[in-house]
């Protein structure tokens, strides 16, 4: 696993099997000793990629500090993955299958489904803070995953320059979207002030 995932960074997301033993200094044949066929060793490959992008956004997981910090810090950690690591997220991107379970974290469906089902929780937990309940929270993380995604997918596939200016875009529009859905509840919030930390 480790070879085909350097392979696949350095080569690109087309690169073989042939390649991924050659680096692993294996035959290819014994491949086919941990894999049930290409589709197999593809999830696999797919199931590693999908848990680094997971690790790499530790700031949405134990956030810490004002709204605006947290989005910037998970923005700017998964584009910054990104741009370190396009080739590896295009193979995911490609190899996503329709059949792809979403509850399991082991493809492109898994890792959106999980960022975004922990970020309606994020919301509501904030949002119970100041005694607010609201059925707008699964929307609107849906709504920011899939606006991250798609903008960030189309920079990766354009080369994945000028990250900097792309967190700060996006961390703008996230904050709008947020401040928004805040607005429709009756809550203002000021994105510069520390946010309680959540246990």
Same mark, same amino acid.
């Given at each position: 696993?480790?070879?085909?995932?350097? !392979?696949?960074?350095?080569?690109?997301?087309?690169?073989? &099997?042939? *390649?991924?033993?050659?680096?692993?200094?294996?035959?290819?044949?014994?491949?086919?000793?941990?894999?049930?066929?290409?589709?197999?060793? #593809?999830?696999?490959?797919?199931?590693?990629?999908?848990?680094?992008?997971?690790? #790499? /956004?530790?700031?949405?997981?134990?956030?810490?500090?004002?709204?605006?910090?947290?989005?910037?810090?998970?923005?700017?950690?998964?584009?910054?993955? &990104?741009?370190? @690591?396009? @080739? /590896?997220?295009?193979?995911?991107?490609?190899?996503?299958? %329709?059949?792809?379970?979403?509850? +399991?974290?082991?493809?492109?469906?898994?890792?959106?489904?999980?960022?975004? *089902?922990?970020?309606?929780?994020?919301?509501? !937990?904030?949002?119970?803070?100041?005694?607010?309940?609201?059925?707008?929270?699964? $929307?609107? +993380?849906?709504? !920011?995953?899939?606006?991250? #995604?798609?903008?960030?997918?189309?920079? $990766? *596939?354009?080369? +994945?320059?000028?990250? @900097?200016?792309?967190? *700060?875009?996006?961390?703008?529009?996230?904050? +709008?979207?947020?401040? #928004?859905?805040?607005? $429709?509840?009756?809550?203002?919030?000021?994105?510069?002030?520390?946010? %309680?930390? /959540?246990?």
């Amino acid at each position: 696993m480790d070879s085909a995932l350097k !392979v696949i960074a350095e080569r690109g997301p087309t690169a073989s &099997l042939e *390649d991924f033993a050659a680096e692993a200094g294996v035959a290819r044949t014994r491949v086919y000793r941990h894999f049930t066929d290409r589709a197999d060793l #593809e999830r696999a490959i797919s199931a590693r990629v999908a848990a680094l992008i997971v690790a #790499e /956004l530790e700031p949405l997981w134990h956030p810490a500090g004002s709204a605006r910090q947290i989005i910037r810090s998970a923005i700017g950690a998964h584009v910054t993955w &990104l741009a370190e @690591n396009r @080739n /590896l997220y295009i193979y995911l991107r490609r190899h996503a299958r %329709p059949d792809d379970d979403e509850s +399991a974290l082991d493809g492109h469906a898994g890792v959106r489904r999980a960022v975004a *089902d922990h970020l309606t929780k994020l919301f509501g !937990v904030y949002l119970s803070l100041v005694g607010v309940e609201s059925r707008t929270t699964e $929307t609107l +993380a849906y709504a !920011v995953v899939g606006m991250v #995604e798609s903008v960030t997918e189309r920079w $990766t *596939d354009q080369g +994945a320059e000028d990250s @900097n200016a792309l967190i *700060d875009q996006l961390s703008a529009w996230t904050w +709008a979207m947020i401040a #928004e859905a805040l607005g $429709t509840v009756g809550v203002e919030l000021d994105p510069d002030l520390p946010l %309680p930390p /959540l246990v």
